[in-house]
C-alpha cells in the first residue's frame, strides 16, 4: 500500500487479556516509530525501530508491553495483562533512516479495556 | 515539567482570521522542529518542518522558531473550516531520533 497501515482499526479487549497490535510501514522505510495517544494529551513516545533492532525502547512503560520488528518490515506492539489505563490509540509511523523530519503516521489502533 | 510544552486550547476563530499556534520547550537539544495535523480519528499528518532558527513559509502556513527563547510558532492565514483539527508541535534532536510531541491544540474555524 501508499501509506502506513495498522490493525485492527479498533480492538476492545477484558482486562488481564493480552493483545497485539500490528503495523505494517510504507515498503523501504527502515525506521519505524510506535507512539501512544491517550485522551486530550499529545504523543508519547514508545519505541523506535532501525531495521529489525530497537535503538530506543525508553519509552515502554512497563515490561508488560513489547514490541518485534521482522524482515525490517512489519512490526508487532504486544501488550500483556492489559490493565485499563492502557486504554489509547496506538499509532505508527515509518520514515527512511535519518528522515524522521519525513515521518508518516498510520491511523491508529484504538484500544479499549474494559 | 513536560518537555514540550503546548495549549490545548480550544481555539475557535472566524473563517478569514489569523491562527496563532504555539509551543514552549526545554530541550536545548532539539534541532528540527515540525507540525501536524491530525484531523478526528485520523493519524498526524507533517504539515512544515523547520531546521534550527528562522522562518518557512508553505502557502498559507508560516512556521517560525526561535532557539534562544525555546519557542516555536505556527500561523495560518485566511483560515478556512478545513483548517479544523487538531495541531500538535514536534521535535527533535536529530533526524533519527525519536519526536517529542506537545499535547496539541484543537482549532475550529467558523464559516
Known amino acids: 500500500g501508499a501509506g502506513v497501515s495498522q490493525s485492527p482499526s479498533n480492538k476492545v479487549t477484558e482486562k488481564g487479556k493480552d493483545v497485539e497490535l500490528r503495523c505494517d510501514p510504507i515498503?523501504?522505510?527502515?525506521?519505524l516509530y510506535w507512539y501512544r495517544q491517550s485522551l486530550g494529551q499529545g504523543l508519547e513516545f514508545l519505541i523506535y525501530?532501525?531495521?529489525?533492532?530497537?535503538?530506543?525502547k525508553s519509552g515502554l512503560p512497563s515490561d508488560r508491553f513489547s514490541a518485534e520488528r521482522t524482515g525490517g518490515s512489519v512490526s508487532t506492539l504486544t501488550i500483556q495483562r492489559t490493565q485499563q489505563e492502557d486504554s489509547a490509540v496506538y499509532l505508527c509511523a515509518s520514515s527512511l533512516f535519518g528522515e524522521n523530519t519525513e515521518a508518516f503516521f498510520g491511523q491508529g489502533t484504538r484500544l479499549t479495556v474494559v | 515539567q513536560k518537555e514540550v510544552e503546548q495549549d490545548p486550547g480550544p481555539l475557535s476563530v472566524p473563517e478569514g482570521a489569523i491562527v496563532s499556534l504555539n509551543c514552549t520547550y526545554s530541550n536545548s537539544a532539539f534541532q528540527y522542529f515540525m507540525w501536524y495535523r491530525q484531523y478526528s480519528r485520523k493519524g498526524p499528518e507533517l504539515l512544515m518542518y523547520t531546521y534550527s532558527s528562522g522562518n518557512k513559509e508553505d502557502g498559507r502556513f508560516t512556521a517560525q522558531v526561535d532557539k534562544s527563547s525555546k519557542y516555536i510558532s505556527l500561523f495560518i492565514r485566511d483560515s478556512q473550516p478545513s483548517d479544523s483539527a487538531t495541531y500538535l508541535c514536534a521535535m527533535s534532536a536529530g533526524r533519527d531520533y525519536k519526536l517529542s510531541f506537545g499535547a496539541g491544540t484543537t482549532v475550529t474555524v467558523r464559516a
Open positions: 515498503s523501504g522505510h527502515t525506521a
Open positions: 525501530f532501525q531495521g529489525n533492532s530497537a535503538p530506543d
